[in-house]
Structure formats: structure tokens, C-alpha cells
């Protein structure tokens, strides 16, 4: 069965830098798209960024764009997030995502059929 794991998390100082990782193993089937969302606690769950496998057409939720770089290394079925100059308010739990249905919707969750376990990042001040 397909497994995602998201790893690369930590603790870091305002402004600071982590790379994200999302491993796929398994009969990965071919991804349509792959997505990054966050919590925090007492949040919902919110979207950060996707990527279309294929074409690599990006997309970013408005607070993290130019900060967030998404991107896919497809011979190895791994996704990344590179996060530059953290906020406290980045301090979230984050889950990446991928499905290979189109996804006309890639800020809902929902679109997202496979789902890592999570991995923490914490931004001190």
C-alpha cells in the first residue's frame, strides 16, 4: 500500500529555514497533484501550497508566497517544502498530501486522498 512520510521538522529561531520532506513508498500511483497544509492548535486546518507532478504548476496561500518554495523531485516520489525566514506564527503541525485525481480544488483538503502523518515546526521568537 502507498505510505507518505513528511519529515524535517524542528525547532528554529525567528527567521531561520527548513526543508520539508514527503517520501512516498509503495505502489505510488502516478501523483496528480501534492500539497502541504498545516494546524496549529485551535485552528483548522489550512492550506500552504501545491504542486501539479507533471507540470509543476505551483500554487500558494497568500501569507507564505515568497517565503515557501514548493517543489517535486518525481524519479524518487518526494516532495519538499523549503520555508525561509519563519514566523512564530508558522508554528504548526504539517501534513503533506497527494492524490492522483485531478484536484480542481487544491486548497480543500479534501481533494487529497493520501495523507502523511505529520511532522512539527516550531518558530521561537
Known amino acids: 500500500q502507498v505510505q507518505l512520510v513528511d519529515s524535517g521538522g524542528g525547532l528554529v529561531q525567528a527567521g531561520g529555514s527548513l526543508r520539508l520532506s514527503c517520501a512516498a513508498s509503495?505502489?505510488?500511483?502516478?501523483?496528480?497533484?501534492m500539497g502541504w497544509f498545516r494546524q496549529a492548535p485551535g485552528k483548522e486546518r489550512e492550506f500552504v501550497a501545491a504542486?501539479?507532478?507533471?507540470?509543476?504548476?505551483?500554487y500558494y496561500q497568500d501569507f507564505v508566497k515568497g517565503r515557501f518554495t514548493i517543489s517535486r523531485a518525481s524519479a524518487v516520489n518526494t516532495g519538499y517544502l523549503q520555508m525561509n525566514s519563519l514566523k512564530p506564527e508558522d508554528t504548526a503541525t504539517y501534513y503533506c498530501a497527494a492524490s492522483p485525481r485531478y484536484a480542481p480544488q487544491v486548497m480543500c483538503s479534501r481533494e487529497y486522498d493520501y495523507w502523511g502523518q505529520g511532522t512539527q515546526v516550531t518558530v521561537s521568537s
Open positions: 509503495g505502489r505510488v500511483p502516478d501523483w496528480y497533484t
Open positions: 504542486i501539479t507532478w507533471s507540470g509543476g504548476s505551483t
